[in-house]
Each structure stands twice: as C-alpha cells, then as structure tokens.
C-alpha cells in the first residue's frame, strides 16, 4: 500500500495563477481532509469530504475549492493563489466519519506564491 | 467551538529522563483526544488516542497519554526519552459530531 499520496511536493505560483493539489489513498478510506500548517499556528482545516459525491468546508476554506468523484481521489484547488497561500499542505484520509480523529497523512505539498 | 492548547512552543530534556508534554483542551461533548508527532519534512503520524475507558492510554513508541477530566488535560509522557524522539509533536481533540482540531504543537528536543 502507497498509503495517502500527494503531488507535487513543491509548487512555486505567481499571484493569480490557478492549480490544483492532488491526493490519492489506497486504503479504500472513505473520510479525507485537506489541511494548511503554518508556523506557529498548527494544522487547520481546509475542506473534508466524508465519502465520494459529499465535500464541507473546514475552518480555512476561502480561496479552494474541492471535489470528490471518486472514493480514492480529494483534490485541492486553488482559484486565484495569493501569498497568504503560501504554505504547507497536507491531505489525510481515515476509514470513515467515526474515525476521523486516527488520521494518515500524505507527506505534504510545500506551496510558495510569489 | 472546540479548541487545544499545547502551552510549551518546545520542550527540553536530557536522553533517559522522563518527558511530558502539556495539552488542555474545551469541547462540549465528550471528548475524543489524539497524539500525533510530525518528523522533518514529514507528515504526522498517529501516535495515539483516548476515547473512553481507562484514564492511562497507551501508544506507539512507548509513549502515553494521561485523560484528565477535571483539568481537561491529556499530557503526552515518557518514562525514558530517546534522541530519536525529538520532534514535533501535536494533540488534537474532537467530539461525536465534530472534526478534528489540532493544538499548535511542541516541539521536543532530546539531548544525547
């Protein structure tokens, strides 16, 4: 098993630019997470989606946008990247709602915006 | 809301002593309470967890975790601390209904 996967691992954007962050799990989760961690203030939570068709915003949620098609794939998109954005990102997925608290997470996608 | 305090921004100790690391915590159900420790340039790993039960939990590593309900308080512990433990380290809290919130984390620093 890959576990949760994350690409790119490093991103370098101008202000404006669009892209989206991947994430995929093979554990046949059904609850995935996007979350930022800055320094000095944690992880916070971006959106969630607690099966495929099913997304809700976090704490953070201005400025992304996510979709769930499928029960393997949560990707993340940025509309219009500003630097407030700059940070590190981290997808993580448990087996179900219930068991939201025993997260894997990918190892990361560090996002710069110029 | 729900919310974690970790109050030490890093922790210091000396290979073979004991390390605690300070968590408190405010949900309005009952809570579930998670550790987690996070190695450069890496994500977190699941360290372990209290949901109900016994007030001692233990998890990987041979760490602990102490549920304290009148102080809301679920100190992370280790009865002999490794140079390989230093890292960072998060507590998190949810209830029934909630997501997960993350404290701010602490770093631990463990001298040889």
């Known amino acids: 098993n890959a576990g949760v996967t994350q690409t790119p691992k490093f991103q370098v954007l101008k202000t404006g630019q669009s892209m989206t962050l991947q994430c995929a799990q093979d554990?046949?989760?059904?609850?995935m997470s996007w979350y930022r961690q800055d320094p000095g203030m944690g992880l916070r939570l971006i959106h969630y989606?607690?099966?495929?068709?099913?997304?809700d915003q976090g704490e953070v949620p201005n400025g992304y946008n996510v979709s769930r098609s499928t029960t393997e794939d949560f990707p993340l998109r940025l509309l219009s990247a500003a630097p407030s954005q700059t940070s590190v990102y981290f997808c993580?997925?448990?087996?179900?709602?219930?068991?939201?608290?025993?997260?894997?997470f990918g190892e990361g996608s560090r996002l710069t915006v110029l | 809301a729900q919310s974690v305090a970790q109050p030490e921004d890093q922790v210091n100790v000396a290979e073979g002593n004991p390390l605690t690391v300070k968590c408190t915590y405010s949900?309005?159900?009952?809570?579930?309470l998670f550790w987690y420790v996070q190695y450069p340039n890496r994500g977190l790993q699941f360290l372990l967890k209290?949901?109900?039960?016994?007030?001692l939990v233990k998890g990987s590593y041979g760490f602990e975790a102490e549920f304290n309900k009148s102080q809301t308080s679920f100190h992370l512990k280790k009865p002999s601390a490794l140079v390989s433990d230093s890292a960072l380290y998060f507590c998190?809290?949810?209830?029934?209904?909630?997501?997960?919130?993350f404290g701010k984390g602490t770093m631990l620093l463990v001298s040889p």
């Open positions: 998190a809290v949810r209830d029934r209904g909630s997501t997960l919130t």
């Open positions: 554990m046949n989760h059904e609850y």
């Open positions: 993580a997925s448990s087996r179900s709602w219930e068991f939201t608290g025993e997260l894997f």
């Open positions: 989606s607690v099966g495929a068709g099913i997304t």
């Open positions: 209290y949901i109900t039960g016994d007030n």
């Open positions: 949900v309005s159900g009952n809570p579930y």
